[in-house]
């Protein structure tokens, strides 16, 4: 049989034309990895500022909460009180939106848990300044809590801290100095390891800056906690919260929302379990 293997000559041209497509398909990668890294803020933090949205919602007391983070940046938040409350609430919303998105889970925890409650917007969201980033927003969350202890009268460790998706990790930093009891809900144990279950081609736990690390604060915080998790949640899956339930202290409840998304509404069963947990908080 003939021997067809190809000449040297016509075999160098293949060869050439493969390692040009591996160096474009590299420097493609690169950059792709370069814009991430610059990206990074504006693919967590999504907010949307005040002009667009409700500001004078119906069926609630609301009273203007303004405030300075302690580099200066001004705040904007609101405040629901309650004349005998359970518990006096600083509730930390999730990454996108504004507190306008979260007037429904303000009223309920006002009228289902009675509760006083605040919530405010991160630098950069609604009518507060600035831009977030991870330690501004945990800036901002202080600064929150020192005007709602002021306003309701009580020490900052008395707070209740309440915290969704990102939210919970700046609950989670918060509650780490004390507080009379922490609340999360759909939230995770380490923000890179979120984005490598989304991103798995991207090298993300050696690329990112932001680390909400709340696996590890948590373990500084020895109130009780009441943690939720949908069973469904496709932005942040169950095993990120259980790790994050793993490394808290006693005395802590677990509670698995059956069918639940990330972003799903919570059940009104939800709010009487949480008013049970409140009351019994010491």
């Given at each position: 049989m003939a021997d067809t293997a190809l000449p040297s000559t016509q075999k160098r041209p293949r060869r050439q034309l493969f390692w040009r497509a591996?160096?474009?398909f590299l420097t493609v990668y690169l950059?792709?990895?370069?814009?991430?890294?610059l990206l990074e803020n504006h693919l967590i933090f999504i907010p949307t500022n005040f002009a667009d949205d409700?500001?004078?919602?119906v069926g609630i007391a609301l009273e203007d909460a303004h405030f300075a983070a302690s580099d200066g940046t001004k705040l904007h938040g609101w405040y629901a009180p309650h004349?005998?409350?359970?518990?006096?609430?600083?509730?930390c919303h999730g990454n996108a939106g504004n507190i306008t998105h979260r007037i429904d889970i303000i009223r309920a925890l006002h009228d289902r848990t009675g509760a006083a409650v605040?919530?405010?917007?991160?630098r950069g969201y609604g009518r507060s300044e600035g831009k977030p980033d991870e330690p501004g927003v945990l800036a901002d969350a202080r600064a929150a809590r020192a005007w709602l202890a002021e306003r309701a009268g009580v020490p900052p460790e008395q707070i209740v801290l309440m915290g969704e998706s990102l939210g919970g990790a700046v609950a989670v930093d918060l509650a780490a100095d004390g507080a009379r009891a922490l609340v999360l809900e759909n939230t995770f144990n380490f923000m890179p390891d979120v984005a490598a279950y989304h991103y798995p081609w991207v090298p993300v736990r050696l690329m990112m800056k932001t680390k909400f690390d709340s696996a590890t604060k948590i373990r500084s915080y020895h109130g009780p906690l009441f943690q939720s998790h949908g069973d469904h949640d496709t932005i942040v899956p169950l095993?990120?919260?259980?790790?994050?339930?793993?490394?808290?202290?006693?005395?802590?409840?677990?509670?698995l929302v059956e069918g639940a998304d990330h972003n799903d509404p919570r059940p009104l069963a939800y709010y009487d379990k949480l008013r049970a947990f409140l009351e019994n908080a010491p």
């Open positions: 591996c160096r474009l950059l792709v990895l370069l814009g991430l890294m409700d500001w004078s919602p004349a005998n409350p359970t518990a006096v609430i600083l509730f605040m919530a405010f917007d991160y095993k990120f919260a259980q790790r994050l339930f793993d490394a808290a202290n006693q005395p802590k409840q677990f509670l």
